[in-house]
């Protein structure tokens, strides 16, 4: 997993070229942890939840299998800073093990991963903290001793139900972040709960047959507003874009900016 930057660091590459304060044009240094830290309304019955992924600029989210590959230590920054504002972190199982998730930074954050076979190994360092844990189907028939689970819809993971269900097994939730990967936010998108996306591209060009940020969600047309787009000197471009009809402090119009320290 990428290596957190201390809290409430000022990223010196990584620079807000949308929208511009000054009107300039010019690039505005900002404090990550403020920008992705901006508080996020609870959804009814639900917490807010946001994607978080990078795709090279054809699409792929990955290579050699992993999207690792692609990122770079702006995109690592912006991750670190989404990861010590979110509350709870989920990931496909697929992803979980490709990527190698272990505990994460802070110490009361929990990473649930999905799955609904159950097939997990269980006996990774990410359960054996505590911090892991599972959100899989009611009829999926482990036992799963010592570790937590959600459970919510037959043959599928019903996750819009599973969701609503976190609080009781992992306490108070304001903001899960979803890590991927593609087939789990096309499972998230079918049930209509994507509230964010925080998407970093890479100036690659990878070729290959890699997923784009969704997999399997049927056709459907959902409006985001963009929020911000920043960027770093290697040419990366980190967006974050809100679902049109959030309100409140999640409306992109009123995210606040912190300038960093000169």
Do not use: K
Not at 57 to 65: K, R
Not at 160 to 178: I, K, M, S, T
């Amino acid at each position: 997993m990428p290596a957190a930057h201390p809290p409430h660091c000022h990223h010196e590459q990584v620079r807000q070229i949308f929208p511009s304060a000054s009107g300039t044009g010019e690039g505005l240094d900002v404090d990550l942890d403020a920008l992705y830290g901006a508080a996020r309304p609870r959804r009814p019955g639900r917490p807010w939840v946001a994607v978080c992924m990078i795709t090279g600029i054809d699409g792929s989210t990955v290579v050699d299998g992993a999207s690792g590959g692609l990122g770079n230590d702006g995109d690592r920054a912006v991750f670190s800073a989404l990861r010590r504002a979110a509350d709870v972190i989920i990931v496909g199982a697929g992803t979980a093990t490709a990527e190698g998730y272990g505990p994460p930074g802070r110490a009361e954050q929990r990473i649930g991963v999905v799955t609904a076979s159950g097939r997990v190994d269980t006996s990774t360092e990410l359960f054996r903290s505590g911090a892991g844990f599972l959100i899989t189907t009611e009829d999926e028939s482990g036992s799963h001793e010592g570790v937590d689970v959600v459970r919510a819809g037959t043959g599928s993971v019903d996750l819009d139900l599973a969701l609503a269900r976190l609080e009781p097994v992992v306490g108070p939730v304001r903001f899960v972040q979803a890590e991927g990967g593609p087939r789990l936010n096309g499972s998230l998108a079918a049930a209509d709960v994507i509230d964010e996306i925080n998407w970093s591209i890479a100036p690659l060009l990878t070729g290959g047959d890699g997923s784009r940020l969704t997999v399997g969600a049927p056709e459907q047309m959902r409006r985001f507003r963009p929020v911000h787009v920043l960027t770093d000197e290697a040419g990366y471009l980190f967006t974050q874009w809100r679902r049109h009809d959030a309100t409140g402090e999640a409306d992109g119009r009123s995210v606040a900016v912190s300038p960093a320290a000169p």
